[in-house]
């Protein structure tokens, strides 16, 4: 259907344009136009067969290079390698199609929330149908308790109010109306004439025309932008495909290089090729993508402890890159549990301490503990918060042995002033037994107000109400002062109007409490019994940050990491929640969603950086700014938990979802579920990831320092006209003993304490950025160059003795590259900069590693194998002497120039 804004219009234009009547439809008609609109479900778009998802797996530029590797590992007749490098593909092919299948249950899950029946009119009798056979023009009626069955503009509403949270980010149920809504750019939050497909019911009753269904549906459109959006490639995943190209590329052209040099200078051209075929196989680290599969699964299962549930594997290094954060506020920043934290009664402010539905908590004036008991008028206003009250705290438990969990069962407000009146004490049952409940006057969106009648022990009645301060000003004609009804005047007018608007300039949703004294319970009956109140007080309620965020934001802070808050929830609470917790800087902007709407997508790209908090928002607007920080080169993270944030999350670089309060669409759309809900999980989560992406950086440096230096020695004895250094059987041996258990161990190092201290790196940065491409060529060329010395040592001393020099040059290459993968633990610093033991899986996999270089070389029946021959004590001296000049000769020229800068520095004072 083409799009309309029917909150503009009213009833009548409403029901020409759906050409229906609120008689509904007929059986045959809603035939014909089901035919015309398609069933009320929602698409899951062009299907891939499962097939078809296992076998994309295998056509990465990295798994075609591997499966290359084991073609040739199988030539040179190495078919442990072979299979192992088979397995490792296999294994990789199955995680990514496992990810891919789930990642795709988002709709699924979306369709869950659609309505299993509707109550609706067919040929003018009321009839209860599938909601999937819902067409345009339908009449549906709604209860407490429904969830929405397609969008709905309202004909009638009777206390009608709806939970659109998952929609809108709207912490509260949204009080309906029929009335005519003239803003034709209004949000959805705003357009209080109309109701959602999948929104719920929590209070009353309503009746509206169908207006969308399907597809076209608000939550139709959501489904679409999760179809549409674009799975986002992760810098992890760009640079190993980069460092892939690099790699095979680099090694082909020196393996060929050395292959011709060799036959040049005379060896036989089948011995150069098995040479020259090994250095491509010890060139390209075919265990890299095992490796970093690895330490992605190791840190999630740190991760795990942490309370963060990961999807996708390489989201934990994405995360640790991110440079904005953009945050749901409610149920992510904030609790999602509507408290009341002041009170404004007999001219004084009372504060209120507690978190949540937990009913513990203080009363504070002035900063010191009152007890609410001793205060007559503080205390009469709490009795009345829960006589004028239809909700009821619960404890989920049940058990008083264990941990109560307590939850709100009924409006969220009315909750929250029964867990207001029990910090004082005061319970529903005790209030029971003292005052009897007679009658009630419903909420209602037009009067703003709802009343009980009461009788005490006394036989005294009361009516209490409860509701919108303003409203309820105008209807009372005295003021309790120190237990005593006085007369309203313009005075007491002004100071309860002050303390409203303080109240509310801090965020605070304020609800009003006044009383009647009832002489006749005829009285309740009359067209406005509520005249002639006496104002008691005002009650101050929010939805609270949680604790944890404060020092999570400023976490984010110091690691130079933005914090942006998107709500559907009003701009002054946006505002005033977000300068609370720290995500508002002096100077930061507040836009909502009309502004948004009114900004082209060049104007919000060149304003996005200034912007902190966006309220009243759409799922497209989220979209829209995720994409907007994308184009400004951020990586950009978005946590969520409703449904309307799915979209954006799965279009950002990384989403991250609630594991407690978020939907099933939010967390099947996400790469990162966080189990507790908490915003400071996340900040734990960068840190992971910031130290997985460290230990990758660790390894790559290591596996081709080591790589350089094989390349090396084999290419610089060629162009020397020197015999092979190293045989092929060799080459392979050094490639499985050092770039196995080591690399393994690289990638669970610890983190570096400042690793938290430091800004997120660039995200076009190449993975030998800072200085990683510098340190594998030197530290490359020194192993090559000292491999090279020792054998070109041994065999001018004796070249008979050939398999001698080459048994020390194998020895001498080993051992470098195991000494030198302690060096590569620090990013910044040397070998002596971390302390040795931090890391004992490295110590053990070194002495492995090395036992096995000792077994090929002493162990009589592999000795033919490996052409090797057992080495004395002073060939040992030599080789490790070789072996630590890489190493130690660089440590030692970093010690000696901090010195020198140090001694400038002291000099200069």
């Known amino acids: 259907m083409q799009k309309t804004n029917w909150h ?27 035919l015309r609109y398609g069933e009320n479900r929602l698409s899951e778009g062009e299907q891939v067969s499962l097939l078809s998802l296992f076998l994309n797996q295998f056509r990465d530029f990295m798994v075609l ?3 290359a590797a084991t073609l040739i590992s199988g030539l040179l007749g190495e078919y442990t390698d072979a299979i192992t490098i088979i397995a490792i593909i296999f294994v990789n092919g199955i995680l990514g199609f496992l990810q891919e299948v789930r990642a795709e249950r988002s709709l699924a899950s979306l369709k869950q929330l659609a309505a299993p029946t509707a109550h609706t009119v067919r040929d003018g009798k009321k009839a209860t149908i599938p909601a999937s056979d819902l067409v345009p023009g339908d009449i549906v009626y709604l209860e407490s308790g429904d969830r929405v069955p397609a969008d709905l503009r309202l004909l009638k509403c009777q206390s009608l109010e709806i939970e659109e949270s998952s929609l809108t980010g709207e912490s509260l149920p949204v009080a309906k109306t029929s009335e005519v809504v003239d803003d034709p750019h209004a949000g959805l939050g705003d357009r209080r004439n109309m109701a959602y497909m999948g929104t719920m019911v929590t209070r009353g009753k309503g009746i509206g025309v169908v207006v969308a269904t399907g597809m076209d549906t608000e939550m139709g459109l959501i489904a679409d932008l999760i179809q549409t959006a674009e799975d986002t490639e992760t810098p ?8 892939g190209k690099i790699l095979v590329y680099v090694a082909l052209a020196i393996t060929v290089v050395v292959v011709v040099t060799g036959i040049l200078h005379g060896h036989g051209i089948y011995e150069m090729f098995l040479a020259g075929v090994s250095l491509a196989v010890a060139a390209i680290p075919e265990g890299l993508p095992a490796i970093v599969t690895i330490a992605l699964a190791l840190g999630v299962q740190r991760m795990i402890k942490r309370r963060a549930i990961v999807r996708k594997l390489p989201s934990v290094e994405t995360l640790g890159c991110a440079t904005v954060i953009c945050s749901d506020k409610t149920g992510t920043l904030t609790q999602n549990m509507m408290t009341v934290q002041q009170v404004w009664v007999n001219g004084q402010y009372y504060d209120i301490t507690g978190n949540g539905f937990e009913p513990e908590g203080e009363f504070q004036l002035s900063g010191k503990k009152v007890d609410p008991g001793k205060r007559a008028d503080l205390k009469r206003l709490l009795e009345i918060a ?22 709100v069962y009924g409006d969220p407000t009315e909750g929250a002033l029964l867990v207001l009146a029990a910090k004082a004490g005061c319970t529903p049952e005790q209030m029971a037994r003292i005052e009897e409940r007679l009658d009630e006057l419903p909420f209602d969106s037009n009067r703003k107000m709802m009343s009980v009648l009461t009788r005490n022990q006394a036989g005294q009645m009361q009516l209490l109400t409860k509701g919108a301060p ?25 100071a309860v109007m002050q303390a409203n608007e303080s109240m509310a300039a801090g965020a605070l949703r304020n609800l009003g409490i006044a009383y009647r004294p009832i002489t006749d319970p005829k009285q309740i009956s009359v067209a406005d019994p509520e005249k002639g109140l006496v104002f008691l007080g005002l009650l101050g309620m929010i939805d609270p940050p949680r604790p944890e965020v404060y020092s999570a934001i400023a976490k984010c802070k110091r690691a130079g990491i933005k914090t942006v808050m998107i709500t559907g929830d009003h701009q002054v609470t946006a505002e005033a929640i977000a300068r609370q917790i720290g995500i508002l800087p002096t100077g930061g902007q507040v836009i909502n969603g009309k502004q948004l709407e009114a900004m082209s997508d060049r104007e919000l790209t060149e304003r996005v950086e200034d912007i902190y908090v966006y309220a009243r928002v759409s799922p497209e607007h989220k979209l829209r700014i995720v994409k907007a920080l994308q184009k400004n080169g951020h990586v950009v993270a978005m946590t969520g938990d409703g449904v309307n944030d799915a979209p954006a999350i799965k279009t950002a670089d990384i989403g991250i979802s609630m ?23 996340i900040v734990a989560a960068i840190e992971e990831g910031r130290g997985i992406y460290d230990n990758i950086r660790k390894f790559v440096r290591y596996l081709l320092a080591s790589n350089v230096g094989e390349i090396l020695v084999m290419f610089l004895a060629m162009l020397a006209g020197l015999p092979l250094p190293l045989l092929p059987i060799q080459i392979l041996w050094v490639n499985l003993v050092t770039d196995g258990l080591p690399a393994i161990a690289l990638g669970v190092d610890p983190a570096e304490r400042n690793i938290m201290q430091k800004r997120p790196r660039n995200v076009k940065e190449s993975i030998f950025a800072r200085g990683v491409g510098w340190k594998i060529v030197t530290r490359g060329v020194l192993i090559g160059v000292c491999t090279l010395a020792v054998f070109w040592l041994a065999y001018s001393e004796d070249p008979s003795h050939l398999i001698k020099a080459q048994t020390m040059a194998f020895a001498t290459l080993v051992m470098a590259q195991l000494i030198q993968v302690f060096d590569c633990r620090s990013v910044e610093g040397g070998i002596f900069s971390r302390n ?32 090797t021959v057992p080495l004395n004590i002073w060939d040992w001296v030599i080789v490790m002497v070789a072996s630590g000049i ?6 030692a020229r970093r010690t000696a120039n901090r010195m020198v800068k140090r001694s400038r520095v002291a000099y200069n004072r």
């Open 65 to 67: 290079v591997l499966m």
């Open 886 to 891: 890489p190493t130690f000769s660089l440590a």
């Open 8 to 34: 503009t219009l009213g009833v009548p234009e409403s029901f020409q344009l759906l050409e229906t009547t609120a008689n509904g439809l007929t059986w045959k008609e809603a035939e014909q136009r089901r």
């Open 659 to 681: 594991g407690r309060s978020g939907t099933d669409v939010a967390k099947e759309a996400s790469a990162l579920v966080l189990a507790d809900d908490n915003f400071a999980t």
């Open 470 to 494: 303003d409203v309820l000003l105008d209807r009372c004609s005295h003021m309790l002062i120190d237990g005593k009804a006085v007369p309203m005047s313009a005075s007491l007018r002004k």
């Open 386 to 407: 829960v006589l004028c009250n239809n909700a009821e705290l619960v404890n989920e438990t049940g058990d008083p042995r264990q941990e109560a969990r307590w939850t």
């Open 836 to 867: 040795i033991f931090e890391n004992p899986w490295l110590i053990l996999s070194v002495i492995v590693s090395a036992l096995l270089l000792v077994g090929v070389i002493y162990i009589e029946a592999m000795q033919p194998v490996f052409k």
């Open 236 to 243: 992890l995943q760009r640079r190993l495909e980069q460092l």
